[in-house]
């Protein structure tokens, strides 16, 4: 069945320093990988997605993943975090031939420090 | 830029009242979709709609769950009675198409039953 893993489930960090994400997912085919943010009171917002091509995906506010078949890996990563990073993160893989529901992973809580 | 909108934010009720929450979706989109969020757990698909009819539910979604499209804004989810367990947060997703389409995310209802 197809699932996803986030290891981390609250990573505190200073602002400026960088910041990875990590998410493993386990998948029957080429995944279709996403990273949503939620902000406090907000939705989920895309930040970015994976298809196919570059392995290498940049998203919205500076972030970017990496999609690594052979570690059934897609991390994000930001170079410089900003207190306004602070958030929920959430990995998620889908849709799936017949299924049209995303998979999510429990997400990982991020807190930034001045 | 468009957005899907949720109301209320926040529902209380009582064990074994009916609650209906509404969403609008993106106005062009054709496919919608109803996922929760219990308190520290991940996000879970319940049912994805398109066309007026049913087009996917999970385990979840069960005979106390509903969907409604009654005009062409609304999209809606009924629970006929509620259950202590079925305290969540309730988003509402939409997309312009199936497959590989984003799924944008409304701010999501809080369900506290009582």
């Known amino acids: 069945a197809q699932s996803v893993t986030q290891p981390d489930i609250h990573i505190t960090v200073s602002e400026g320093a960088s910041l990875e994400l990590r998410c493993n997912y386990s998948y029957g085919a080429t995944p279709y990988l996403f990273w949503y943010v939620q902000s406090p009171g907000q939705g989920l917002q895309l930040l970015l997605k994976y298809f196919s091509g570059d392995t290498l995906v940049q998203g919205i506010k500076g972030f970017e993943a990496e999609f690594k078949r052979s570690q059934s890996s897609f991390n994000l990563r930001k170079p410089s975090v900003h207190w306004s990073d602070a958030a929920e993160y959430f990995c998620a893989v889908g849709p799936y031939y017949n299924t049209d529901k995303l998979i999510f992973g429990t997400g990982t809580r991020l807190q930034v420090f001045p | 830029e468009p957005e899907v909108t949720q109301t209320p934010s926040h529902q209380v009720t009582q064990m074994g009242q009916e609650v209906i929450l509404r969403c609008v979706p993106i106005?062009?989109?054709?496919?919608f979709y109803w996922y929760r969020q219990i308190l520290g757990q991940k996000v879970e698909f319940l049912v994805s709609f398109y066309n007026n009819e049913i087009s996917e539910k999970s385990e979840i979604f069960d005979d106390q769950f509903s969907v409604e499209r009654p005009d062409g804004s609304n999209f809606t989810l009924k629970i006929r009675s509620t259950k202590l367990e079925d305290s969540a947060m309730y988003f509402c997703?939409?997309?312009?198409?199936?497959?590989?389409?984003?799924?944008?995310f409304g701010p999501g209802t809080r369900l506290t039953v009582l």
């Open positions: 997703a939409s997309s312009p198409d199936r497959g590989l389409s984003e799924q944008f």
């Open positions: 106005s062009n989109h054709l496919y």
